[in-house]
C-alpha cells in the first residue's frame, strides 16, 4: 500500500487544485461574456430629432463595442436580405416604425424561427406595436408584451420613475424622470408568466383626454387608470424553455433621450441581459453623450 502524501505537499496540491479551478472558473466567465452577436434593425435616417432609428441604434452599438465586454454588432437598414445576417446572432435589436409596416410584417416566418432559434429580441418604442393576429402572438412569444391597438395607448407625458426593481437590468441605474411618448398599457402574456416589470410609472390623469380611438383612448385602459394601477413601460421576459429571453420598452421617441446616462445603462443592460451576457454590477459602461 503506496503511503500517503506528506502534509505539505497535500497542502501544495490543494492550493493548485484551488488556483486551477480558480482559473479555469475566470475564463469560463470571459468566454461567456466574449463573441456575443447582437444585430441592429433600423428603417429610418439619421437626421430626425424624434424616431432617429439608425442614429439610436449607432449610439447603442458603438457603446457595446466600446465597452470591452466582447460584443460584436451589425447594424442594417431594414430587414437583411441576406438570412445569413442572422448567423450565430444572440440578440436582435429592433428600432423601427410599427403597426402595418413593422420590419418583421413581411418575415413572420423568419422571424418565428428564429425565437424559436433562441435569439433574444430587444424591442424599442414605435417597434412595440404590431397588428392583433399571428405578428401580435409572435411578439408575445419573442418579448412578452406588445402594443395593441384598441387596448394600449401612447400619449406623450413625463414618467416619474421613482423606484427600479432589484434585476441585472437595473444594475447601475437610479431611478429617473423622463418625458417622452410612452405607452402604456401593453397587452401582456396572461398572469404575466415568464414577465418581470423593469420601468413602471403612473401617466397624469391628462393621458385620459383624446377621444378613443385605435391608440388615444379605451374603455380598458380608463378602467385600469381609475383603478390606480400602475403602468408598465419596460419590462423584460425569460421564454418558457428558460434560455432564452426577451425585452421590450415604449420609450426611445425623443433621440435627445439617449443623453440620459440612466436611461442610456439600462437599455445597454437589457441588450447584454438578453444575449445572455451577465451584466457587470454597475452596469454596461458606457461614455457620456452629447446629443446635438
Aim: a positive charge; glycine letters at 10%; proline letters at 6%.
Amino acid at each position: 500500500m503506496s503511503p500517503l502524501p506528506k502534509p505539505k505537499l497535500m497542502k501544495q496540491i490543494s492550493r493548485f487544485l484551488l488556483i486551477t479551478a480558480l482559473a479555469a472558473f475566470a475564463f469560463s466567465s470571459l468566454a461567456f461574456a466574449a463573441n456575443k452577436k447582437v444585430v441592429f434593425l433600423a428603417d429610418r435616417g439619421k437626421n430626425s430629432k424624434t424616431h432617429a432609428h439608425e442614429s439610436g441604434n449607432e449610439l447603442l452599438a458603438k457603446a457595446l463595442v466600446d465597452s470591452k465586454l466582447g460584443f460584436e454588432t451589425s447594424l442594417h437598414k431594414g430587414w437583411p436580405a441576406d438570412s445569413k445576417a442572422f448567423d450565430g446572432a444572440d440578440c436582435v435589436v429592433i428600432f423601427c416604425n410599427g403597426g402595418k409596416g413593422h420590419l418583421v410584417m413581411k418575415h413572420l416566418d423568419q422571424f418565428e424561427k428564429l425565437v424559436d432559434a433562441g435569439v433574444g429580441f430587444v424591442f424599442m418604442h414605435y417597434a412595440v406595436e404590431v397588428p392583433i393576429g399571428r405578428s401580435g402572438d409572435l411578439m408575445l412569444k419573442a418579448m412578452g408584451g406588445y402594443f395593441e391597438t384598441h387596448w394600449s395607448v401612447n400619449p406623450h407625458w413625463t414618467a416619474e420613475v421613482k423606484s427600479l426593481p432589484k434585476h441585472p437590468i437595473t444594475r447601475g441605474v437610479k431611478p429617473f424622470t423622463q418625458k417622452d411618448e410612452w405607452y402604456y398599457h401593453m397587452r401582456f402574456q396572461p398572469d404575466m408568466k415568464g414577465v418581470t416589470p423593469i420601468i413602471s410609472a403612473h401617466p397624469p390623469k391628462s393621458t385620459m383626454d383624446r377621444k378613443d380611438g385605435p391608440h388615444s383612448n379605451n374603455p380598458h385602459v380608463r378602467k385600469s387608470m381609475a383603478a390606480g394601477e400602475i403602468q408598465h413601460i419596460g419590462w423584460a421576459y425569460e421564454r418558457p424553455d428558460g434560455k432564452s429571453r426577451g425585452f421590450g420598452t415604449t420609450g426611445g421617441h425623443y433621440h435627445e433621450t439617449w443623453g440620459s446616462d440612466d436611461w442610456r445603462t439600462l437599455i445597454l443592460n437589457a441588450i447584454a441581459w438578453t444575449s445572455g451576457v451577465e451584466v457587470p454590477k454597475k452596469g454596461v459602461p458606457s461614455k457620456a453623450v452629447a446629443i446635438k
